[in-house]
């Protein structure tokens, strides 16, 4: 059954999909310059919100809480370990087209969200006339928040406490699923409220840790940074030659990576930041595009060269973390990871979860939904106890789904927005100079 999973997965993430990714990437990137740049420098004014559902800050932390999990740790080791240090340079060129992708579905979602209907569920029904592949999308995205959203993160939760704490994996996935059904039992509310308090914490306590790693075995960082670039085009050190082979591996896994990491593509950013309270829909944009740039270009960054500065192996996803940490840190990493990466394994379930239940909810009208929270916690428990192969390869078949439905979808319609945002634009102007005269 492993077997035929894997090889499902290599044929849903084959060279077509990366190319499709990267393209729309590099398509949406040429059409964002109509984004008026000042909106980066009034992201605080415009988060404080006015408290009617999610705040903006606490829309753009549950997004950041469901991108900045165990992918920006056992995510990044695992693409270590499978496409070599090469995989992150091709997880920087997925983050900075996803940066792109990003922000044209919160541009979508904005535009085309109505009846309690958000993201690329809402664009694909109400801007594409598609109701049929609405529904495909928000099917894959249900199975997503079980697989990328779910059992990945308390596998990677389970396997730290493990290893560092000897924390059976059942008692893991017992107490995380416990902890998950208090909060999303309180709705978006109290999702938005947990995530606003505990991301920004976990996000400074790891990049400060991780950079005492760097630091401390700052004496390999430019063979770190050379092996990235290097191994990246498949060149080899010792030889000279090129290896294609090489090559597509690292692209093959540091695209699937990144989109892991960032879930530029996926079409679930317009999910979490679709009962924001704002209508602009380029500074919601903008927060996605923000989101990518933290989730990506510094916290996986950190973990990928803390790894390579470290120079350990002997383990896979968050135990290759945790040895790494121990060279840095001595035994504190042992007091000081374990926590954080359960923090920020538990703060991803979380933010999925209101994925999964806005999906489920556009396709059956709100019903279910406590269904749906049941299973979910349960699934953490499955998740804990599973093997890291099957967990990891569901995960992948999951995301591949929601982009193949998400992606048609950017193309036909994100340039038709370009060109409304542009009118509107042009038609205040006249009225501005209008009023001059």
Not at 21 to 47: I, K, M, N, Q
Not at 171 to 178: D, E, H, M, N, S
Request: net charge positive.
């Amino acid at each position: 059954m492993t077997d035929l999973f894997g090889r499902l997965n290599q044929v849903l993430w084959g060279n077509g999909l990366v190319l499709l990714l990267l393209g729309t990437g590099a398509y949406c990137l040429v059409h964002d310059r109509c984004v008026p740049l000042r909106s980066l420098f009034s992201f605080r004014r415009h988060t404080q919100g006015s408290g009617h559902a999610h705040s903006p800050f606490q829309a753009c932390m549950t997004s950041l809480a469901a991108a900045m999990g165990t992918g920006n740790i056992a995510g990044v080791a695992t693409a270590l370990t499978l496409g070599g240090a090469g995989a992150v340079f091709w997880m920087w060129v997925a983050a900075l087209l996803g940066m792109g992708l990003i922000y044209a579905e919160n541009v979508l979602s904005c535009r085309f969200r109505k009846n309690g209907i958000t993201g690329a569920a809402a664009y694909l029904r109400y801007g594409l006339q598609s109701p049929a592949l609405s529904g495909i999308f928000a099917v894959c995205c249900v199975a997503a928040s079980f697989g990328m959203g779910n059992m990945t993160q308390s596998h990677a939760m389970a396997q730290i406490l493990s290893d560092a704490w000897h924390v059976p994996a059942l008692v893991t996935g017992l107490l995380t699923a416990g902890v998950v059904g208090a909060v999303i039992s309180g709705g978006a509310k109290r999702i938005g409220r947990f995530t606003a308090a505990v991301v920004p914490l976990l996000s400074v306590i790891y990049l400060g840790a991780a950079v005492i790693v760097i630091f401390r075995c700052r004496a390999h960082l430019g063979d770190a940074l050379a092996s990235v670039f290097r191994e990246a085009f498949g060149m080899d050190a010792v030889g000279g030659g090129i290896s294609g082979a090489a090559v597509s591996r690292a692209v093959s896994v540091g695209v699937r990576r990144g989109v892991f990491s960032n879930e530029a593509g996926l079409g679930s950013s317009g999910l979490l930041h679709g009962e924001a309270d704002s209508n602009d829909p380029s500074f919601l944009g903008v927060c996605g595009m923000i989101e990518v740039f933290v989730d990506t270009f510094v916290c996986c960054t950190a973990t990928a060269l803390a790894i390579l500065c470290a120079d350990v192996q002997g383990a896979d996803g968050a135990g290759l973390v945790l040895l790494a940490f121990r060279r840095g840190l001595g035994t504190a990493a042992d007091w000081m990871l374990p926590p954080v990466v359960a923090m920020f394994a538990l703060c991803t379930l979380i933010g999925w979860s209101y994925c999964g239940c806005s999906a489920l909810g556009s396709i059956t009208g709100g019903k279910f939904l406590m269904v749906y929270r049941m299973v979910f916690c349960m699934s953490a428990v499955l998740g804990a106890v599973m093997r890291l192969d099957m967990v990891w390869t569901m995960a992948d078949m999951a995301n591949a789904c929601m982009a193949y439905c998400n992606l048609p979808g950017l193309l036909l319609l994100y340039p038709a927005a370009c060109r409304t945002a542009e009118d509107r634009n042009a038609g205040t102007s006249h009225k501005s100079r209008g009023k001059t005269v």
